[in-house]
């Protein structure tokens, strides 16, 4: 909660002479959330009261979610101060690490990493996940850097150069993933290169290593969750990156471990564990945190119930063909009956 906590904001802002604002989408799993432009309101609910300062620290946790929700919060950032810089106690992934190329510098930890932002589409279109078939709305990420992998594999290992052939893979393709995905995903990386390069136009005027930390961010890393750490980050790619002194440090580390244990980062999100012995129990699960000393928190959450019930069963043991009908057998069933999902404040 914030009260465990304003003493440590308030040392931060003295360290860094600056207001600070903390954010952060839990990556619980199972309970994942990502930065969506529904925020935009909340920020501006902090960033009015803290009368323009010159500098804004933002204390920054995420795997990152819509490109265009981040481009809108570091723009709104900026109107609200002359600087902001970002604290990065741990994860600041994907469009977290596109928040991260607009500020003047970023402050990381030993643990901190920031990550690729070549993006990846979720979308009704995308082909079903076959991992959940029960649930017909799970959806397989598609990735840009994916689909180009595998044009590159065709031509590259297959030796497929006829354009012929090329097409027919293209068809092949085109009846696994919708081509309407495929061409919003090719779109969404002409964005977030267009949008990174804007970004980093303001801090280096050497259009050679914007090229290559783009090229590093877009493609070049090989994999969406290639972990990049300070030293890359500053040596390799010759980000704007402080390493926070010993004392400073502890502080940052202090606020994590707080807000870690209010959201349960570490706990996988299991009914079956939730309810124990029991066939009911109530839940308030805390997903996301925006928080300052003058704005409070507006925290994202879950609540409702969860319940064990019995199904009976009509037509003999699913999954299992020839078992006739057993009067009385029944399945065990979880239930969650979800009574609120949205913001509140505190």
Known sequence: MLRDRIELYKQIEKER?????????G??????????PEMQDYFVNHLDKFNLPKKLSLYLYTR???????????????????EYEVIVPSKARSAGTLICLGAKNVVMTKQATLGP??????????????????????RIPVSVESIKGYFEYAKQELKIKNENDLSKIFLGLSEKIHPIVVGNVFRSRSQIQMLGNKLLNEHFKDKKKIKKIMSFLCSDSGSHDYPIYRREARNDLGLAIETPTPDFYKIIKSVY????????????YDPNVILGANNTANYVFRRVIIESIEGGTDVFNSEGT?????????????????????PGLQRIAIEDQRKFEGWRHE
């Open 64 to 82: 990152g979610g819509d490109t265009m929700a981040a481009w809108s919060l570091i723009n709104l950032i900026k109107q609200f101060c002359d």
């Open 257 to 268: 471990d707080s807000i870690h244990n209010e959201l349960e980062l570490s706990k996988h």
């Open 17 to 25: 002479n600056s207001k600070l604002l903390v954010f952060v989408t």
């Open 27 to 36: 990556d619980r799993l199972n309970l994942e959330t990502q930065i969506s």
């Open 306 to 326: 969860i319940m064990r019930t019995q199904i009976p069963l009509q037509q003999g043991i699913p999954g299992i063909p020839g078992i006739p009908n057993i």
């Open 117 to 138: 932002i070549d993006p990846t589409l979720n979308s009704p279109l995308n082909p079903q996940n076959p991992t959940f078939p029960q649930n017909p709305q799970a």
